[in-house]
């Protein structure tokens, strides 16, 4: 829901927005084959090429995640660690991505996680996050999260969770790239 959120005001101010969920999609777990330190592509067949396709195009990758032991779930960790190919590209074959079709050589990165207990075990998915973003080009630009969420829909009953999204998505969108991240 605040993911929706997020991309309907990135929608409303005039971004091209596309929506990848991860349990739709067919993408196993990296291999650790090594087939990606030749050029920086992963050598696995299955949907991964469109997740890549996303990735590298985007000028903001947004990832949002019920907390799951202390970090995403299963599917969003599939995808997060085929970027093992996105590694092999920055660090082995050391060739940066290219501009996106806006002229950023920096993506932006912003998170979404919920979790069901009050004591807010983020620090690991965080820091999970921020390599994800790292291999992708992308700055930790932003997060929002929520703790005592646990229940599909409960976010809707915290005060400003959804309208802060919508908010986020409008200025990932609209803010400068040289504004610092929030």
Known sequence: MLLD??????????????????????????????????????????????VYQGLVTADVIALASPLFFWNVTSQAKAIIDRCQSQWARKFVVKRPLPPTAAGHDRRRGVFFCVGGTSRGYFEGVKETVKDFFLVNEADYWAERL???????????????ALADAAELGRRAVEESWETSKR
Do not use: M, N
């Open 5 to 50: 959120r997020f991309l309907q005001g990135a929608d409303d101010v005039g971004a091209e927005v596309q929506k990848i969920v991860a349990a739709r999609v067919d993408v196993s777990g990296c291999i650790a084959c090594d087939g990606c330190w030749d050029d920086g592509y992963c050598i696995v067949k299955d949907d991964w090429q469109e």
């Open 146 to 160: 929520y703790s005592d969420i646990d229940a599909k829909g409960e976010i809707e009953d915290h005060p400003t």
